[in-house]
């Protein structure tokens, strides 16, 4: 059974940093890419950055330039380094694999809540 475990989530002013967290169980870790997705009230769950197997990026336009993804193989860890935070960027957090997250019947984890004041 999959498990997501995110963590780092808090409340910051705009233009602070967070940093974000997910333990992932080891067969989703090292079978696919891997990405964060974030979910802001009334709006539907977005990928906002993903990293490929061979460690290349992809991010969402509005979060190039201040988001980082990265992850440690061996601690089956995906991290989201977050700077220059804006009030738009208030979400819960989530990651997953990227090809998981297209099956709805997969679950979530519980996501962990990034709150931004103006």
């Known amino acids: 059974q999959v498990q997501l475990l995110e963590s780092g989530g808090g409340l910051v002013q705009a233009g602070g940093s967070l940093r974000l967290s997910c333990v992932a169980s080891g067969s989703i870790f090292s079978a696919e890419p891997m990405g964060w997705y974030r979910q802001a009230p009334g709006k539907q769950r977005d990928l906002v950055a993903g990293i490929s197997n061979d460690g290349s990026t992809q991010y969402e336009e509005s979060v190039k330039g201040r988001f980082t993804i990265s992850k440690d193989n061996a601690k089956n860890t995906l991290y989201l380094q977050m700077d220059n935070l804006k009030p738009e960027d208030t979400a819960v957090y989530y990651c997953?694999?990227?090809?998981?997250?297209?099956?709805?019947?997969?679950?979530w984890g519980q996501g962990t809540q990034v709150t931004v004041s103006a």
């Open positions: 997953n694999g990227v090809a998981r997250a297209l099956n709805p019947r997969n679950s």
